[in-house]
């Protein structure tokens, strides 16, 4: 059983509000991704970071910002959502040099009104 | 060009029976790995199978199998005894290079297929 969880599950939100997604694993894992999922769609990386203090942008340009000050942690924020910021955003890691199986946690859904 | 290419958009069985979903994938490394994964209308995803370029047998996992021709670059999932339960998203994914701590690459995602089982 993955251990990595996302909060809020749901987040109904108004035009120019700032919100920070949070991302937790407790299994150690250096690896950790952020991604950008449409219903129905494809999966599209916004972020991942490669450890403490890494982050990079991933293919898809996203107006949300990361950090990795701790390895457990990886919240995603936006500073003033739009109504385009509409989505899924699933988290999830991996461990460093093994198969690169991601474990996600469950997700979270945000609408901008 | 697509380096993980499903080309079912959407696909349905009977309850019981076996479905394959196809996925093709495109990459020059001689080592990768290949992943499906299942997604729930509740949308977490699950992982569901590995297979690595250089295992020389198809990889199972209950009633998950891998149908991997390397020469002809497919990795297919084969879901034996289709349940109710199995109406979701699945999609395949590829890590180019080997499995080592030095390896940063990320996965590669398919579009994915959807599959509805009905009863």
């Known amino acids: 059983e993955a251990d990595i969880y996302q909060t809020p599950r749901y987040l109904v939100i108004g035009t120019g509000k700032k919100i920070t997604l949070e991302c937790s694993q407790t299994?150690?894992?250096?690896?950790m991704y952020w991604y950008q999922q449409d219903p129905g769609m494809e999966l599209h990386l916004i972020h991942y970071?490669?450890?403490?203090?890494?982050?990079e942008k991933g293919d898809l340009s996203s107006e949300s910002t990361v950090s990795r000050i701790r390895t457990e942690h990886f919240p995603l924020t936006l500073e003033s959502a739009r109504p385009s910021h509409t989505s899924q955003y699933l988290c999830?890691?991996?461990?460093?040099?093994?198969?690169?199986?991601?474990?996600f946690g469950p997700g979270t859904r945000l609408t901008v009104l | 060009a697509q380096k993980i290419t499903q080309t079912q958009p959407g696909m349905f069985v009977q309850e019981k029976e076996a479905v394959t979903l196809d996925c093709t994938y495109d990459t020059s490394d001689p080592s990768y790995g290949l992943f499906w994964y299942k997604q729930p209308s509740s949308g977490e995803m699950i992982f569901l199978i590995y297979q690595g370029s250089y295992d020389q047998q198809n990889a199972t996992e209950g009633r998950y199998s891998l149908n991997f021709q390397k020469a002809r670059k497919s990795a297919n999932l084969v879901i034996s005894a289709s349940q109710l339960g199995d109406s979701a998203m699945y999609f395949c994914a590829m890590r180019e290079g080997p499995r080592e701590a030095g390896n940063n690459r990320k996965l590669i995602w398919g579009l994915g297929t959807s599959l509805a089982v009905n009863p």
């Open positions: 299994m150690g894992h250096d690896k």
């Open positions: 999830a890691s991996s461990e460093l040099g093994a198969l690169d199986e991601q474990f």
């Open positions: 970071s490669y450890g403490v203090n890494s982050t």
